[in-house]
């Protein structure tokens, strides 16, 4: 599908739930999404970002009017093999209605991505979150965000060198405790050794249905 197409019958794009984004190495670089585009699918629920040369940001910092009615029913992100992204900006003031709406959040091959989100966000809705090669992630979220995933249900980790634990406490928490009432499948897949919640952490889970753990000389440790 062209962006530029106009051509493209409204009522198509009115109705569109899944769209796969890619552009690919043409010479010119977009450091950005096509917003302008995008406010064109409104029904739009779950957004794959493919292989986009130059992509260092999905949201950014400053909100401008190209980004008023974009994405209102975004329910499913799923970024995929962006080598340079550098930032999804869920923290961001306008963006944070997006990231409590979120039901899905799939990471695949973010190799320069060092951190989920940066400052505290709520995931009231997340329902599913998995992260695989990204290997300068240290860790997954702060305690501040981890409190918020009460509907979590599936936790995927995979192949992210760097990654030692999943939760990072944070010296201002005044409170450690963590329930994660409805997780019921975690996947670990690494080579290293991996604290799963972190230190300190009272951290509150129901039995699992599934676990899967894939451990090539993976140390997991549950916290102290």
Request: net charge negative; with cysteine.
């Amino acid at each position: 599908m062209l962006l530029s197409d106009a051509h493209l019958p409204q009522d198509l794009l009115f109705k569109l739930t899944y769209l796969d984004l890619s552009f690919d190495n043409d010479g010119i670089k977009k450091d950005t999404l096509p917003f302008d585009f995008l406010q064109k699918v409104p029904s739009l629920e779950h957004l794959r970002v493919d292989s986009c040369y130059g992509l260092k940001e999905i949201f950014p910092s400053q909100k401008l009017q190209v980004h008023d009615r974009t994405l209102p029913g975004l329910k499913q992100l799923t970024l995929f093999s962006l080598l340079e992204l550098e930032s999804i900006g869920l923290e961001h003031p306008w963006v944070k209605p997006y990231s409590q709406k979120l039901q899905l959040l799939k990471l695949w091959w973010c190799p320069q991505l060092e951190k989920l989100v940066s400052c505290a966000v709520s995931f009231i809705n997340l329902k599913e979150l998995q992260v695989t090669y990204c290997h300068r992630m240290e860790y997954l979220l702060k305690c501040s965000t981890a409190k918020s995933l009460l509907q979590l249900e599936s936790l995927s980790i995979r192949e992210c060198e760097s990654m030692k634990e999943i939760v990072k406490k944070e010296e201002e928490d005044a409170s450690d405790e963590i329930i994660f009432g409805s997780l019921r499948r975690i996947m670990l897949e690494c080579h290293f050794a991996f604290q799963v919640f972190g230190r300190s952490h009272d951290c509150w889970m129901p039995e699992y249905e599934n676990i899967l753990r894939r451990n090539y000389r993976c140390a997991i440790i549950w916290g102290d």
